[in-house]
């Protein structure tokens, strides 16, 4: 079965230093794997997306990803952390049994100090 | 393009009462999603239709869960009767196409229900 593990509920860190969210996976197959991210009263927004083409993916906001294989990770990553990064980031997986469904991870609330 | 909307974005109702969520999609997205979370845990699948028909219900935690989509437009999620356990984050969304896996979905805000 498809799945994915963040390994973090909460993340804390100062505005301007750099933003790590760790994911790690698993699937029989190759998979397609997204970072959603959750701000206050919002919806859920496709950070990126992975599905199998460069390893090295890059969102919005400055934020990237990195699919590893031989460690079966896909962690989040951003140089520099903004204020308005504050909110809660989901790894996501995507089963591929035809049908569009979506397996999320518990999520990790990134904290943001000043 | 107007996003995915859900309402309302906020319901408390009594234990035994019933609910009915709505969610507009992106005009002319034939596939249409439930998800929900509950408190303290994962987003989890609910169900899935593409126009007016349920591709995949798997998800339906039981049968006091009914979701409609009548003429493939907006779809309507129902609880009779809520039960306690139904609070959490419900969330709907949409897709152009079968390959969500190159466009991913797009997600309303929410629905928060508590039952108490």
């Known amino acids: 079965a498809q799945s994915v593990t963040q390994l973090d509920s909460h993340v804390s860190v100062s505005e301007g230093t750099p933003v790590l969210l760790r994911c790690n996976y698993s699937?029989?197959?190759?998979?397609?794997l997204f970072w959603y991210v959750q701000h206050p009263n919002k919806g859920l927004q496709l950070l990126l997306k992975y599905t199998s083409a460069a390893t090295l993916v890059k969102g919005i906001n400055g934020f990237e990803a990195e699919f590893k294989k031989s460690e079966t990770s896909f962690h989040l990553t951003k140089p520099s952390a903004h204020m308005s990064d504050a909110a809660e980031y989901f790894c996501?997986?995507?089963?591929?049994?035809?049908?569009?469904?979506?397996?999320f991870g518990t999520g990790t609330r990134l904290l943001v100090s000043p | 393009e107007a996003g995915v909307t859900q309402f309302p974005s906020h319901s408390v109702i009594e234990k035994g009462q019933t609910v009915t969520l709505r969610c507009d999609p992106i005009?002319?997205?034939?596939?249409l999603y439930w998800y929900r979370r509950v408190m303290g845990k994962e987003i989890k699948f609910l169900l899935h239709f593409v126009k007016e028909s349920k591709q995949d219900e798997s998800g339906m935690p039981n049968n006091r869960f009914l979701a409609e989509r009548t003429g493939g437009t907006y779809s309507t999620l129902k609880v009779q009767p809520a039960e306690l356990e139904d609070s959490g984050v419900y969330f709907c969304?949409?897709?152009?196409?079968?390959?969500?896996?190159?466009?991913?979905?797009?997600f309303g805000s929410g629905t928060r229900l508590t039952v108490v």
């Open positions: 699937s029989s197959y190759s998979p397609s």
């Open positions: 969304a949409s897709s152009q196409e079968q390959g969500f896996f190159s466009y991913g979905y797009t």
């Open positions: 005009s002319g997205h034939d596939n």
């Open positions: 996501v997986v995507g089963l591929n049994t035809g049908f569009q469904k979506l397996v």
